[in-house]
């Protein structure tokens, strides 16, 4: 992509409203933009991260089996008062027609996916079976602070399992476990990321959530010294030892909920009368988890971990762009490698712009693109481009194949 045709331009300021450095950092540089608190446009830049996550949390769903479908935001009140959430949930956003018919607008899917399954999943050949999707959900947040971590209108991704008993829900749940351990690791927060215990509700002991520790987390963790499992703050109240391990010593620290897992085992599948007959004939109502885990929320994480004065530093994974590559005042030769480099499969932001050195470096730094490559008349004498990581400070002049074969090895 040539940044000179890019519909977005970055900014020097942040918009004075805005709070947060994820928010402020993402506006600056031209990835989203705020329509109202808590609710985002995502644009050419900040949609191909968006898009990068989404195939990362898809190829991980999918590889434990997951279907991929794509339910309602517009849920009918009837559903919600099957449940009785439509009077307990707090965040439920609410709207009436010129009719008077009401809905909710989906803040997560369970009232809606349990009926849908109940059409189809009518004997006990058809289980265990799970359905996913990413989609927008609506959340009358009260407090939204915390930029692109809550939202108002925010993405998620909401995995739901059907079993015929326990056992296979607590194993299924594992796999999930396991492929939310791998979804951060390759966003690039792995590290930093803590599987959590968290009061599960009244429904089962533990729910798990996966928190990333960072300053701008609005949650409290206490983290085992000795197996790295975290509890969170009303656990901790009831669970004084480690519930993996039994240590004892904890480090406290403030930390984002990046994704939360649960098993629901009947709470959504009994109100609607999802039961199924087993291999004996004998009625059960069938075995539930759902599994959580916000996109904006991760993209937000991603930026609050990585980044410098200077603006993002993101994650091969998932960055816009593999390379930027900026020509000074060399646009012939910068052309050539720019189209040397999409042959090969690596997605260039190339600046061909008009403007000023510093302002290209400086523009490079703020969106954060991991492999800056210069190409100026310098660089060209001694034999290439100017390579440098936006992790790293030292910069070094070689061939576009020397490039090449770095890439490949990530280094
Ligand atoms: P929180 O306690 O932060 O309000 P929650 O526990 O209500 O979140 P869940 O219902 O567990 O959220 O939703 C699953 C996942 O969706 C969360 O782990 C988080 O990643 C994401 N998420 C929830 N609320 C928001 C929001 N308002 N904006 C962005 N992402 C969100
Ligand atoms: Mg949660």
């Not at 369970?110 to 849908?116: C, I, N, Q, T």
């Not at 939310?180 to 690039?188: D, E, L, M, T």
């Not at 002991?205 to 300053?215: D, L, P, R």
């Not at 939360?260 to 009625?283: H, M, Q, R, Y």
């Amino acid at each position: 992509m040539k940044q000179s045709r890019l519909t977005t331009k970055t900014r020097k300021e942040a918009p004075k409203d805005e709070v947060s450095l994820n928010a402020q950092l993402l506006m600056r540089a031209g990835f989203v933009d705020k329509l109202t608190a808590g609710v985002y446009s995502f644009l050419p830049l900040g949609f191909r991260v968006l898009k990068k996550i989404e195939n990362i949390i898809r190829e991980e769903m999918v590889a434990v089996g997951g279907q991929e479908i794509l339910m309602p935001t517009l849920h009918p009140k009837a559903n919600w008062e099957q449940t009785g959430r439509w009077d307990t949930m707090d965040d439920l956003y609410k709207v009436e027609d010129a009719s008077g018919r009401q809905f909710g607008l989906g803040p997560t899917h369970e009232e809606v996916v349990v009926p849908l399954m109940q059409k189809f999943a009518n004997s006990y050949k058809d289980f265990p079976f799970a359905v996913f999707q990413i989609q927008n959900k609506f959340r009358m947040e009260l407090r939204a602070k915390s930029g692109l971590m809550r939202g108002r209108e925010f993405f998620m991704k909401d995995l739901y399992s059907f079993h015929l008993d326990e056992k296979d829900m607590d194993e299924y749940y594992e796999k999930v476990k396991a492929a939310y351990v791998r979804i951060f690791q390759r966003a690039g927060i792995g590290e930093k990321t803590h599987l959590t215990f968290a009061s599960g509700g009244s429904f089962s002991k533990y729910s798990h959530e996966f928190q990333t520790v960072s300053g701008a987390g609005e949650d409290l963790i206490y983290i085992c010294q000795k197996c790295s499992t975290a509890i969170n703050k009303e656990i901790k109240e009831e669970t004084p030892v480690c519930p993996e391990c039994g240590g004892a010593d904890f480090s406290e620290e403030k930390a984002i909920e990046t994704g939360n897992i649960f098993k629901l085992k009947t709470k959504f599948s009994a109100p609607f009368g999802l039961e199924i007959s087993d291999e004996k004939g004998e009625k059960k109502t069938v075995i539930m988890g759902c599994y959580g885990i916000g996109l904006n929320r991760m993209m937000g994480t991603v930026v609050e971990l990585f980044s410098d004065e200077k603006g993002i530093v993101w994650p091969q994974s998932i960055a816009p762009f593999a390379v930027h590559l900026i020509s000074l005042n060399q646009d012939e030769e910068a052309q050539r490698i720019y189209e040397q480099l999409q042959r090969e499969g690596i997605e260039v932001l190339f600046d061909d712009r008009d403007a000023r050195a510093g302002e290209k470096f400086a523009d490079s730094d703020l969106i954060g693109i991991p492999w800056r490559v210069v190409v100026s008349g310098k660089t060209i004498s001694a034999g290439g481009v100017e390579v440098k990581k936006r992790s790293e400070e030292k910069a070094e002049v070689m061939s576009v194949e020397e490039l090449l074969r770095k890439m490949k090895i990530g280094k």
